[in-house]
């Protein structure tokens, strides 16, 4: 009767805990976001502040725009000026300005020590630019320039975005992957060491058998340890990417599958050098330093400027006692200003001779980068075709010898060398999976096309 109750109590507790398993899971399933990698992408572009910084340099790229319009513009201007003085000339000149000179004021007493005045000047200015040997033109190119550049930057920052935020949801992929090839080698060891035991039972071998198996299955669970950690640290790495709080957890259902290689590796260069947008950033930013010596040379030549002003003067604010006009064109030409231009010329030169060169070197590091992951991208589907057989031929291996091994036919070193080989043939395995994958966006990124 009592070994009946306690099988009762027993079943009870064994479905309480069923239950709160299962409780426990759907809390997990519910709380925890499925997720994609567009939607990973889809985030980060959202989040990235990255981008957000790229979007502001555009912003600011643009704003440069219009101020080098605004040379083509005029300047207007209103100014209220307040003075008073006791200066015989300026007095003169103010009661002038003011047009309230009487004949007492060439008196020469009052002309040498004349009262202090106040006057209240209101000017209304305009100046208009009307040659200033190119620049308002050359300055708003080059503007342009720029701020096609900062376009084309922040279409590969985006472009990098998008790798890194793949590059982690993969490397959360390997690593799930990872935990489930150590879950495998767990159960396997665990079943070496009660083929060891029961040998040992049995008189067949000695302890050392037992003792290697139990070394071996306690190392195999600190890899399933180690790989579980990589999911966490996994996790936080596609959070950052994304851009989102890194304790942010997500049910990822994805497997990591074949990509294929397209065979043609002049024809993605060709395509990188026309769509690479930091090449193109280069060649703008090249166009805009040569756009610069044109700019600099503009000093050589005259400047012409139109102003009108109209000005009322009056020894009380607000009132328009004398009210005067005047008009000026100014033609300026600098003959010589102590070899300032020429060295501004000749910056201007280097500086586009440096843009070239890192231009040429850019196309140059494109074209290595195309390679580089075109090879890496084949290499990785022979490695996968070699790594899938090795994993069926140590599968079968290991069967073969632990068999062997329970009819006393070899030694349990043969057992371990067999689980030890089929432990590295599944990571193989499953990191020329993850490089292909990784090789397959490299080659997007590096062709521009990501």
């Known amino acids: 009767m009592k070994t009946t109750k306690n099988k009762v109590v027993s079943l009870f507790l064994c479905a309480v805990l069923f239950f709160l398993l299962v409780f426990a899971v759907a809390i997990y399933s519910y709380a925890a976001e499925t997720l994609t990698l567009e939607q990973a992408v889809d985030t980060a572009l959202r989040n990235n502040p990255g981008l957000k910084a790229a979007d502001a340099q555009i912003d600011i790229a643009r704003a440069g725009v219009l101020r080098s319009a605004s040379g083509f513009l005029p300047r207007v201007t209103v100014s209220e000026t307040y003075s ?10 103010t009661k002038l300005d003011q047009e309230i000179v ?19 000047n209101t000017r209304f200015a305009v100046a208009q630019p009307v040659f200033n040997g190119g620049r308002e ?23 990098e975005t998008v790798y890194d935020v793949i590059k982690a949801y993969y490397g959360l992929l390997l690593a799930k992957e990872a935990h489930k090839v150590a879950l495998q080698s767990f159960q396997t060891s665990a079943g070496n060491v009660k083929l060891a035991e029961a040998r040992y039972r049995a008189g067949a071998v000695l302890q050392s058998d037992l003792l290697r198996a139990k ?31 890194q304790s942010t957890e997500y049910v990822v259902d994805d497997s990591l599958s074949v990509r294929e290689a397209r065979t043609d590796m002049n024809l993605l260069i060709e395509e990188a050098s026309a769509r690479r947008p930091d090449l193109l950033s280069t060649e703008l930013n090249r166009r805009n330093a040569e756009t610069g010596i044109g700019q600099a040379r503009a000093d050589y030549l005259p400047s012409l400027n ?16 004398a009210k005067s006009w005047a008009v000026m064109a100014v033609l300026q030409w600098n003959l010589f200003d102590g070899l300032v231009t020429k060295s501004k010329v000749r910056e201007a ?44 031929e140590a599968e079968e291996g290991l069967r073969i010898v632990q068999k062997r091994y329970e009819v006393g036919m070899t030694n349990f070193v043969d057992v371990l060398g067999a689980e030890t080989a089929l432990i590295r043939a599944r990571n193989n395995a499953l990191l020329a999976l993850y490089d292909n994958n990784i090789s397959h966006a490299e080659l997007e990124l590096a062709t521009g096309t990501l």
């Open 102 to 120: 009487t004949p007492q004021d060439f008196d020469v007493n009052v002309m040498n020590h004349p009262d202090p005045i106040s006057n209240y």
């Open 84 to 93: 008073k003085t006791n200066n015989p000339l300026m007095v003169f000149g």
């Open 349 to 392: 030169i280097a500086s586009a001779q440096k843009m070239k060169a890192l231009e040429e070197q850019t196309r140059s590091s494109v074209q290595l980068q195309v390679r580089q992951a075109f090879y890496n991208l084949s290499a990785s589907l022979d490695r996968i075709a070699a790594t899938a057989s090795s994993v069926q």
């Open 215 to 245: 070394v071996q299955h306690a190392e195999v669970k600190e890899m399933a340890s180690r790989t579980e950690n990589g999911i966490r640290l996994a996790t936080a790495s596609l959070n950052f990417a994304m851009g989102v709080p």
């Open 306 to 321: 139109l102003t009108g002003q109209v000005d009322w003067n009056s020894s009380n604010i607000a009132e328009a006692d």
């Open 137 to 159: 033109y050359l300055g708003v190119r080059m503007a342009k320039l720029s701020r096609d550049a900062s376009v084309r930057d922040r279409e590969r920052a985006k472009q």
